[in-house]
């Protein structure tokens, strides 16, 4: 089945600075992967995401990249404010349709 | 339109007890899926229904769980016998199908069991 390795698993960063979390799969099949950002006591809102034909998607200061040879993708989020803290969480499915979510990263922006 | 709803937000239950978990997936929507998070962790998947079968249910821990989709729409995740284990947040998500398309969480329900 589907193996996503989340990285790092906290992060801080000052506000305005960029962040970016890391996330590898194994399944070769994969063709889809969102990333979902989790507010504490809430639920999980996809922010943004990318599909296999794609290397590059952006929206507003969030952006994901794809790298399908090295099999990972990553979220970039730039001039950063304090309302980004959260636990973000990538996620892969498998050739079936389970999604397999990453460990999560807790990223604080320190006003 | 109305998002995922779940309910109860919060169940509290002893050891031994049996509990059902409510899910009302967005209108439309044919796949529903069941996770269960716990503190610090990522969502777990459950099950995946897409219209009114379990397409895989390989995520259920053991045969005290069990989900049902009866008409399609609404879900309700049964657990039998809980064991203090079994406390976390459940979660459940709708798509317009399965695969590769985005999956809308609800709010999940908060289990604890004493």
């Known amino acids: 089945g589907e193996n996503v390795e989340q990285h790092p698993s906290t992060l801080s960063v000052q506000e305005g600075d960029s962040a970016v979390i890391k996330c590898t799969y194994s399944?070769?099949?994969?063709?889809?992967f969102p990333w979902y950002k989790q507010e504490l006591g809430k639920r999980p809102q996809l922010i943004i995401d990318?599909?296999?034909?794609?290397g590059e998607k952006k929206d507003q200061r969030i952006a994901v990249t794809l790298n399908k040879t090295a099999k990972h993708f990553s979220l970039h989020i730039t001039e950063t404010q304090p309302e980004d803290s959260a636990v973000y969480f990538c996620?892969?499915?498998?050739?079936?349709?389970?999604?397999?979510f990453g460990t999560g990263t807790s990223l604080t922006v320190i006003p | 339109g109305a998002g995922v709803s779940q309910t109860p937000s919060n169940k509290v239950t002893e050891k031994g007890k049996y509990v059902e978990l409510r899910c009302d997936p967005i209108?439309?929507?044919?796949?529903l899926y069941w996770y269960r998070q716990s503190l610090g962790q990522g969502p777990e998947f459950l099950i995946y229904?897409?219209?009114?079968?379990?397409?895989?249910d390989s995520g259920l821990p053991n045969d005290r769980f069990f989900a049902v989709r009866p008409e399609g729409s609404v879900s309700t995740l049964k657990i039998q016998r809980t064991e203090r284990g079994d406390s976390a947040v459940y979660l459940c998500?709708?798509?317009?199908?399965?695969?590769?398309?985005?999956?809308?969480f609800g709010p999940g329900t908060r289990l604890l069991v004493l």
């Open positions: 209108s439309g929507h044919t796949a």
């Open positions: 998500a709708s798509s317009s199908s399965g695969g590769a398309r985005t999956q809308y």
């Open positions: 990318i599909r296999s034909n794609v």
């Open positions: 229904f897409q219209g009114t079968g379990a397409a895989d």
């Open positions: 399944d070769s099949a994969s063709n889809y």
């Open positions: 996620a892969g499915p498998n050739t079936g349709n389970q999604f397999y």
